[in-house]
């Protein structure tokens, strides 16, 4: 049976180059935010973890790492409408 692969982002195995693109696709911009949102994406802490480092809102952290989540997959979506050859 072939493995299905689950959508959206895993914590830990973004790039900084692909969080960096993400990111300009959203409104997101304060500085604590982004930290605590690379930290979560790009270098694996957790969410406990990146909000004790940064003191970011435990809220607006979920909150936004949910649109990120949330435009990845759209991102996604839309990209097998620009590959080439397919």
Sequence with gaps: MPQIKEPGL????VT????DVLLSFTGIRGEVLVAALRGYFVDGLSQRDAIQQTGVNQ???SRKAAAL??????LEVAAKYYRKGK
């Design 10 to 13: 895993t914590p830990g195995m």
């Design 16 to 19: 900084p180059q692909h969080f």
């Design 59 to 61: 809220s607006l952290l």
């Design 69 to 74: 989540q949330a435009m990845s997959d759209r």
